[in-house]
């Protein structure tokens, strides 16, 4: 779980255009947006502008006047679920939309204009996980890293790994690296030899309420004050705190129900 925002710089540095294939941009879509944006802020200390309007009521989260994700609000008539989404870099949105198509993937939402940011689709891979695409213009996605409260990882949760991990490395140009275990699947994407994301098989074990996903991980100073600042706003910490060679690990969930992990790197 290294840096995964392309050409995005660490501690605070504002990034350069990110490397196509690269996560560049988390999204959430929510029913209550005044509530969750008082979640968020309290939780990881984000101050909110409005915009782009083509989004509907959508804000921009940042960190230090720096973006780092965007919250919207769902329409009343669509029973959607309510999930963090990653974005990942294009140089050309509508050639990216068309090769998920033909390679058994869906686009459900564009390509579409989001006034003068940018251009988006969102789409889903043969599995099922949702993910989006963006192609930058005045909105260059995340422009912060290596700091609390910013985006530190993105992690697809699915049935196997093969077959999806060649589903990204052909849309989007990831190279694989394997974890050679017998009882571990497990597949870093990378762009340049850098980890960019991650894709973990879990089989029979993942939850079939919620299928195929991704989960954002969020950097934090100390894992278990933020996990026990979650229950206090209002949201669930769905398992223990854990060890791992990233870092201590919690998963947790917002007020309505989003899942995401909250990473507090080693040293």
């Not at 995340?142 to 697809?156: D, H, K, M, R």
């Not at 050679?180 to 960019?196: C, E, N």
Request: negative net charge.
């Amino acid at each position: 779980m290294t840096d995964a925002r392309g050409s995005a710089r660490r501690n605070g540095a504002a990034p350069d255009r990110h490397t196509p294939g690269a996560p560049c941009w988390v999204s959430l879509m929510v029913h209550g947006l005044d509530a969750t944006e008082e979640f968020y802020g309290a939780l990881f200390g984000w101050e909110f502008r409005p915009g782009p309007q083509q989004l509907g009521p959508y804000v921009r989260a940042l960190l230090d006047g720096r973006e780092v994700a965007g919250i919207g609000r769902l329409p009343p008539d669509r029973h959607l679920p309510v999930a963090w989404t990653p974005y990942f870099a294009s140089d050309d949105v509508d050639l990216t939309a068309d090769t998920v198509r033909s390679r058994g993937g869906t686009i459900g939402v564009g390509p579409l204009d989001a006034a003068d940011a940018g251009r988006l689709a969102i789409g889903a891979d043969p599995s099922g996980a949702v993910f989006g695409v963006w192609q930058a213009a005045a909105h260059l996605g995340t422009a912060v890293s290596g700091v609390a409260g910013a985006p530190a990882w993105n992690e697809l949760l699915t049935f196997e790994s093969a077959t999806v991990a060649k589903f990204y490395r052909t849309v989007f140009g990831h190279e694989e690296e394997p974890v050679v275990s017998a009882d571990f699947d497990y597949v870093t994407l990378q762009l340049g030899g850098r980890p960019v994301a991650g894709i973990h098989g879990l089989g029979r074990v993942l939850p079939r309420d919620r299928g195929p996903h991704w989960v954002t991980y969020f950097q934090v100073t100390d894992v278990s004050d933020a996990a026990d600042h979650v229950v206090h706003l209002g949201g669930q910490v769905l398992g223990p705190v854990h060890d791992t060679a990233q870092g201590r690990v919690a998963a947790v969930a917002d007020p309505e129900g989003a899942r995401f992990a909250l990473l507090q790197p080693p040293g």
